[in-house]
C-alpha cells in the first residue's frame, strides 16, 4: 500500500519534523568528505521551504556511546554543509530533546530549518524509548521520514516518535518514496522476464535474498566468491578460493529449490595469489587448481549473464561478480553492469559495492534506481517490511 508523500500534506505555518539520514563521513579535521547524503533530502526539504512551512531535522551520525558527547559524532559540520547547499542559515541545536531544542524549535518561523544534534547521543534513541520520543514528537506538526537507510532500524526518531505524534500526519519523503517504489512494488509487480543477479563475498549474507529471489524472479545469476561455495556443493575443485564448507548443505537446497531458475557461472578467471600482478588463467567451473583461487566469473559466464540480462524486463542486481576493486578481476563485473546500462529494463541496483560499480563506470544515469542503503535495500529484497514505515500514514 503506498505511503501519504510529503507533497500530499499542506505544511503551509507547519513545523516538519523530519528523520533524515545524515550519516555523513568526516576527516581527522571534521570535514565532510562526501555530502551526498546531504544533498538527496534536498529535494524533500526544499518542498517544505517552498511552501511556507519550517524545518526540524533529526539524524544520527556514527555510533557514538548513548548519553556521552563526543565532537567527532556531532551533526555541526552537517548544518553547516545543509546551509550551503540551500544558501540560508540552518540553525543547530546543541542537544537533541532538550532545552535548546526546544526552545529554538518553538521560534521557528515558516521558511526556517533547525538540525537536533545527533540522536543517538541520547540513550533513549536505540530503546525506542516512549518518553524521548514523546519529547520529540511534541516540537513538530507533521512527521516526516526520509531516511531510507535507516528504516532497517526500529529506533526512537523512526519509529516511537511517530507512533507518539497520534492523529498527526506522519509522511514519507520523496528519497524513502523512491526507494519503496522499486524494492517493494516494482519487484512485486515486475515486468518480465525478471532477472536477479546476486554476487559478493558469502553466500552466509544473502542466503534469505537469494531464497526470495527464487521465488519471484524469473532467473537468479550468482557469481562473486559465494559461486565457489554452489561450486563445491557440485562436487567441484575450488583451489584455494574463498568458500563457506559450512555452507554446501545450503547451497544445494537452494539448488534444489532453484531448479533451471538458478544460473551459476560456467567458467571462472583465476590468480594464484590475492593480487593485480598474480599469475591468471580461465578455467572451467569446479576445475580451479588448487594453488589457484577464483576471483572473477570468466568471460564466457559474463557474456551469458550479459545476454540473460539484456532479454530482461526487470533486473534486480546487489553484489559484484567478482573482487572489482582489484583489475583485471573488474571484468565481469563490469560486463553485466554494462548489460544493465545497455538494457531497456526497469533496473534496480542495490546499495553498496554494486552501487559504488554503477557509479564508478559513470552508468548511474542508465539504471532506473541506485539504492542508497545497503542493508535496507537487502531487507527488502529478503521480502521484509519495516516497522518504521508501517505506522507512517497511508496514501
Ligand atoms: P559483499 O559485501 O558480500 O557484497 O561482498 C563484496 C566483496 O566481495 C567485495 O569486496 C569483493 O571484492 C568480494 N569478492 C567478490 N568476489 C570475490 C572472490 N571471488 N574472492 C574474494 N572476494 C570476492
Known amino acids: 500500500m503506498p505511503k501519504k508523500l510529503i507533497s500530499d500534506v499542506d505544511v503551509k505555518g507547519q513545523k516538519v519534523l523530519m528523520r533524515v539520514d545524515f550519516n555523513v563521513p568526516l576527516d581527522e579535521n571534521l570535514n565532510i568528505t562526501d555530502d551526498l ?3 538527496a533530502t534536498l529535494p524533500t526539504i526544499n518542498s517544505v521551504l517552498d511552501r511556507g512551512g519550517s524545518l526540524i531535522l533529526m539524524s544520527h551520525l556514527g555510533r ?3 548519553g556521552q558527547f563526543e565532537e567527532k559524532f556531532s551533526l555541526k559540520p552537517a548544518a553547516e554543509r545543509l546551509g550551503e547547499l540551500l544558501g540560508k542559515e540552518v540553525q543547530f541545536a546543541t542537544d537533541t530533546d532538550g ?6 524549535a518553538d521560534a521557528l518561523q515558516p521558511g526556517d530549518v533547525l538540525l537536533l544534534e545527533n540522536v543517538r547521543f541520547c540513550p533513549g534513541e536505540k530503546k525506542d524509548d516512549p518518553e524521548f520520543s514523546k519529547n520529540l514528537a511534541e516540537m ?5 521520514n526520509d531516511a531510507f537507510g535507516s528504516c ?6 523512526l519509529h516511537g516518535v511517530p507512533l507518539a ?3 498527526k500526519p506522519k509522511v514519507v519523503g520523496f528519497l524513502l518514496e523512491k526507494e519503496l517504489k522499486y524494492l517493494t512494488e516494482t519487484i512485486a509487480n515486475p515486468t518480465r522476464p525478471f532477472v536477479a ?7 552466509s549474507d544473502k542466503i534469505n535474498v537469494i531464497s526470495n529471489l527464487l521465488e519471484i524472479c524469473d532467473k537468479v545469476l550468482i557469481g562473486g566468491a559465494m559461486a565457489y561455495t554452489f561450486s563445491l556443493a557440485k562436487g567441484g575443485q575450488v583451489g584455494k578460493s574463498l568458500v563457506e564448507p559450512d555452507k554446501v548443505e545450503l547451497a544445494k537446497e ?6 533451471d531458475k538458478l544460473e551459476l557461472p560456467t567458467d571462472t578467471h583465476c590468480g594464484d595469489d590475492f593480487s593485480a600482478d598474480c599469475n591468471k588463467q580461465v578455467v572451467q567451473a569446479g576445475e580451479i587448481p588448487d594453488d589457484f583461487e577464483g576471483l572473477d566469473i570468466g568471460p564466457d559466464t559474463a557474456k551469458a549473464y550479459a545476454d540473460i540480462v539484456r532479454g530482461a524486463g526487470t533486473v534486480v542486481w546487489n553484489g559484484p561478480m567478482g573482487v572489482f576493486e582489484m583489475p583485471p578481476f573488474d571484468e565481469g563485473t563490469k560486463a553485466v553492469a554494462q548489460a544493465i546500462a545497455d538494457s531497456d529494463a526497469v533496473s534496480i541496483i542495490g546499495g553498496g559495492d554494486s552501487a559504488s560499480a554503477i557509479k564508478q563506470l559513470g552508468f548511474e544515469d542508465k539504471v532506473s534506481h541506485v539504492s542508497t542503503g545497503g542493508g535496507a535495500s537487502l531487507a527488502l529484497l529478503e521480502g521484509k517490511s519495516f516497522e518504521t514505515v508501517a505506522v507512517l500514514d497511508e496514501a
Open 152 to 157: 532497517a532500524k526500529p529506533d526512537a526518531s
Open 99 to 104: 532545552p535548546d531544542a526546544k526552545s529554538k
Open 64 to 66: 557514538p556511546t548513548a
Open 37 to 39: 547524503r546531504i544533498r
Open 165 to 167: 505524534m497520534g492523529d
Open 254 to 259: 537452494l539448488m534444489e529449490k532453484g531448479g
Open 197 to 203: 543477479i546476486v554476487g559478493g563475498a558469502k553466500v
Open 140 to 144: 513538530g506538526d507533521i512527521y516526516c
